[in-house]
């Protein structure tokens, strides 16, 4: 027992430290020859910046470097979901244009009724800065209800809605029928496949449950087949938008006494308090629903190395890279273990207990017995952690650094330690939620269920998450009668215009989430980065180049905006305000710009401790 213990105590730092270049190039190159035909290659970056993407071939301007990588975990944001409605597995819109028109203006007239029936309540804010946010986002609600009532009535708006009301060449505009939850949570989905990817890859371990056990704001869900839950017909406030999918009959689930217990795949779930976590998640930071999916998914996968199987292909699918039907969730079959010797993770799990071993090492009396590998199917001591070292391989490649260490502390922040604090209480609150929510989580994979781990999830989400915005099929379909020859586009304006005017500026609103890619978390950043990021309709996310890059030449993306939205100017942000922009980062920005800035400057003494990026 006290060798389990310290084992126990120990793997969370394990988990948390960054595989030499080494151990991990052979699964990132798997990665990238996936996605770029191994147009480019990872390496060390120098300059204390650890690893790097580099070109293995010339690129110009508009070349897409990378292709459209599967997301290794991500979610849409919760205001987000309350405007638009995408797949929660592959993030495609689903529906159709009528009803995306339809929710996006029932969202701004819920939103002002909510604000008005809170009448001066909103307005008793301890900080100024609050109080202008609230005022500008009033201000907006309020010029968007004056356009939605000067152009459409709300008898138009529930016509459109119910389909009632079909607008012109909207048939054009073709999306996925939405599948909903088996789990009967508010997630909906692109396909049946894609429901039932999901389930097997995360969901079944996230779905809160039936609309009136759901929390107020969960994951978002949708519907498969088998499992025990059956199948309904049915994403901060609003109906709840939970990325939920739905199970497989191999899951194996079943009721164990508590109307709100069930097993999946091995891992007793308790619906119930899912709700509580949701809830929690949803009144301080839905970060805490990313970190969710990447342990539910860590933890299968674990599960299913023990068993000796892999019925979660396309999750290592998707974990290779490998783009099968990914809009669809569709799969294909993977044949042997991800841990046997030669496979990508093989070099990581080695690595892994040999840190682990070197840990228990310095505690003396100790033992050191530890599996090689987790290819044995028997879950002796030793062998779920040399399973959970498999499944988290790919979560491994990102920086991490725990929440409440690595964030910048605000300039309006006075007190740095009670900050630093607040964000700790919150993580472990968050743990704490969802510790009864995953009692099989916590008893077979207890290192999952740290702070440290939890808290480092946050914190990696933090540094190396990448935007994902999806574009607006409403935007497609304006620009398709915007397109049309006279008379046609005349006759159709006369139907569609009003509804234009109605969502005025904001008709192209694109869904907007956060998500990380192994491979992707290895850009560096640059302030004149050579490449950038696009998301895409099929919900994928491809990179490409901003201008010609050399073979050999580090392919750069930019951390953080670079035309001055964050201040509201519209103007290149300043040395000074990009480096503060950086802070969350952890690094003073070093690329050409900002030597050059930084030279121009009036010169001051250096100061110490100041590190350079490390990807």
Same mark, same amino acid.
């Given at each position: 027992?006290?060798?389990?213990?310290?084992?126990?105590?120990?793997?969370?730092?394990?988990?948390?430290?960054?595989?030499?270049?080494?151990?991990?190039?052979?699964?990132?190159?798997?990665?990238?020859?996936?996605?770029?035909?191994?147009?480019?290659?990872?390496? !060390?970056?120098?300059?204390?910046?650890?690893?790097?993407?580099?070109?293995?071939?010339?690129?110009?301007?508009?070349?897409?470097?990378?292709?459209?990588?599967?997301?290794?975990?991500?979610?849409?944001?919760?205001?987000?979901?309350?405007?638009?409605?995408?797949?929660?597995?592959?993030?495609?819109?689903?529906?159709?244009?009528?009803?995306?028109?339809?929710?996006?203006?029932?969202?701004?007239?819920?939103?002002?009724?909510?604000?008005?029936?809170?009448?001066?309540?909103?307005?008793?804010?301890?900080?100024?800065?609050?109080?202008?946010?609230?005022?500008?986002?009033?201000?907006?609600?309020?010029?968007?209800?004056?356009?939605?009532?000067?152009?459409?009535?709300?008898?138009?708006?529930?016509?459109?809605?119910?389909?009632?009301?079909?607008?012109?060449?909207?048939?054009?505009?073709?999306?996925?029928?939405?599948?909903?939850?088996?789990?009967?949570?508010?997630?909906?989905?692109?396909?049946?496949?894609?429901?039932?990817?999901?389930?097997?890859?995360?969901?079944?371990?996230?779905?809160?449950?039936?609309?009136?056990?759901?929390?107020?704001?969960?994951?978002?869900?949708?519907?498969?087949?088998?499992?025990?839950?059956?199948?309904?017909?049915?994403?901060?406030?609003?109906?709840?938008?939970?990325?939920?999918?739905?199970?497989?009959?191999?899951?194996?689930?079943?009721?164990?006494?508590?109307?709100?217990?069930?097993?999946?795949?091995?891992?007793?779930?308790?619906?119930?308090?899912?709700?509580?976590?949701?809830?929690?998640?949803?009144?301080?930071?839905?970060?805490?629903?990313?970190?969710?999916?990447?342990?539910?998914?860590?933890?299968?996968?674990?599960?299913?190395? $023990?068993?000796?199987?892999?019925?979660?292909?396309?999750?290592?699918?998707?974990?290779?890279?490998?783009?099968?039907?990914?809009?669809?969730?569709?799969?294909?079959?993977?044949?042997?273990?991800?841990?046997?010797?030669?496979?990508?993770?093989?070099?990581?799990?080695?690595?892994?207990?040999?840190?682990?071993?070197?840990?228990?090492?310095?505690?003396?009396?100790?033992?050191?017995?530890?599996?090689?590998?987790?290819?044995?199917?028997?879950?002796?001591?030793?062998?779920?952690?040399?399973? $959970?070292?498999?499944?988290?391989?790919? $979560?491994?490649?990102?920086?991490?650094?725990?929440?409440?260490?690595?964030?910048?502390?605000?300039?309006?922040?006075?007190?740095?330690?009670?900050?630093?604090?607040?964000?700790?209480?919150?993580?472990?609150?968050?743990?704490?939620?969802?510790?009864?929510?995953?009692?099989?989580?916590?008893?077979?994979?207890?290192?999952?269920?740290?702070?440290?781990?939890?808290?480092?999830?946050?914190?990696?989400?933090?540094?190396?998450?990448?935007?994902?915005?999806?574009?607006?099929?409403?935007?497609?379909?304006?620009?398709?009668? !915007?397109?049309?020859?006279?008379?046609?586009?005349?006759?159709?304006?006369?139907?569609?215009?009003?509804?234009?005017?109605?969502?005025?500026?904001?008709?192209?609103?694109?869904?907007?989430?956060?998500?990380?890619?192994?491979?992707?978390?290895?850009?560096?950043?640059?302030?004149?980065?050579?490449?950038?990021?696009?998301?895409?309709?099929?919900?994928?996310?491809?990179?490409?180049?901003?201008?010609?890059?050399?073979?050999?030449?580090?392919?750069?993306?930019?951390?953080?905006?670079?035309?001055?939205?964050?201040?509201?100017?519209?103007?290149?942000?300043?040395?000074?305000?990009?480096?503060?922009?950086?802070?969350?980062?952890?690094?003073?920005?070093?690329?050409?710009?900002?030597?050059? !800035?930084?030279?121009?400057?009036?010169?001051?003494?250096?100061?110490?401790?100041?590190?350079?990026?490390?990807?």
């Amino acid at each position: 027992m006290a060798a389990t213990n310290n084992i126990q105590r120990h793997l969370p730092s394990v988990l948390l430290q960054i595989p030499p270049l080494d151990v991990s190039r052979p699964y990132l190159q798997q990665i990238a020859r996936d996605v770029s035909n191994d147009n480019v290659r990872v390496q !060390d970056a120098g300059s204390g910046k650890g690893k790097g993407i580099f070109a293995s071939k010339e690129f110009s301007e508009g070349d897409v470097i990378f292709g459209s990588a599967p997301w290794l975990v991500a979610m849409q944001h919760n205001e987000s979901s309350k405007e638009t409605t995408v797949c929660a597995h592959s993030h495609v819109f689903v529906g159709s244009v009528e009803q995306l028109i339809a929710k996006s203006l029932v969202n701004v007239i819920e939103s002002a009724a909510a604000l008005a029936a809170q009448g001066d309540h909103d307005k008793a804010r301890d900080s100024d800065d609050e109080d202008g946010v609230e005022d500008e986002e009033a201000e907006e609600l309020q010029q968007r209800m004056e356009l939605i009532n000067q152009h459409v009535s709300t008898a138009e708006i529930e016509q459109l809605q119910t389909g009632a009301l079909k607008l012109p060449l909207s048939e054009r505009m073709q999306l996925p029928e939405p599948i909903p939850c088996r789990g009967g949570c508010h997630a909906l989905y692109s396909s049946a496949a894609a429901e039932e990817a999901a389930w097997q890859q995360q969901h079944c371990l996230l779905c809160p449950g039936t609309p009136a056990a759901a929390p107020t704001a969960g994951p978002s869900s949708s519907s498969g087949a088998g499992g025990s839950s059956t199948r309904s017909a049915a994403s901060h406030h609003h109906p709840p938008h939970n990325p939920c999918g739905s199970g497989s009959a191999a899951a194996g689930s079943s009721h164990t006494g508590s109307a709100t217990l069930d097993c999946q795949y091995g891992l007793e779930v308790d619906r119930a308090s899912l709700g509580m976590f949701y809830d929690h998640a949803a009144r301080t930071n839905d970060i805490f629903v990313l970190v969710a999916k990447a342990v539910a998914m860590t933890a299968l996968r674990a599960m299913h190395i $023990l068993q000796g199987h892999q019925p979660m292909q396309q999750q290592q699918q998707q974990h290779l890279g490998v783009r099968q039907e990914v809009q669809q969730g569709g799969s294909s079959a993977v044949s042997g273990s991800a841990g046997a010797p030669g496979s990508v993770s093989a070099g990581y799990v080695e690595w892994g207990l040999s840190q682990l071993k070197g840990s228990l090492q310095g505690d003396h009396g100790t033992s050191t017995s530890l599996p090689s590998s987790s290819s044995t199917a028997a879950c002796t001591p030793g062998m779920a952690e040399a399973a $959970l070292l498999e499944a988290w391989m790919p $979560l491994s490649m990102g920086w991490k650094r725990l929440w409440w260490e690595s964030v910048a502390v605000p300039e309006d922040v006075e007190d740095e330690q009670a900050f630093r604090q607040q964000l700790k209480e919150l993580t472990a609150e968050s743990l704490e939620l969802m510790k009864p929510a995953w009692p099989g989580v916590a008893a077979l994979f207890p290192a999952l269920m740290s702070m440290e781990v939890w808290g480092g999830l946050v914190g990696m989400f933090e540094l190396n998450n990448l935007a994902m915005a999806v574009p607006s099929p409403v935007e497609d379909y304006f620009l398709l009668v !915007d397109g049309l020859p006279e008379p046609e586009k005349a006759a159709c304006q006369q139907s569609t215009q009003k509804w234009l005017d109605a969502l005025d500026k904001w008709y192209d609103v694109p869904a907007q989430g956060t998500g990380f890619m192994a491979l992707q978390s290895c850009a560096n950043h640059s302030c004149e980065p050579n490449a950038a990021t696009e998301g895409e309709g099929t919900g994928l996310t491809a990179v490409y180049a901003r201008r010609a890059i050399k073979e050999g030449e580090e392919i750069t993306i930019t951390y953080i905006e670079e035309d001055g939205d964050e201040d509201g100017t519209g103007k290149a942000l300043s040395f000074k305000q990009r480096q503060a922009a950086l802070r969350d980062y952890g690094f003073k920005c070093q690329c050409t710009l900002c030597l050059r !800035d930084a030279a121009k400057a009036p010169k001051k003494p250096s100061r110490s401790g100041v590190k350079t990026g490390r990807r």
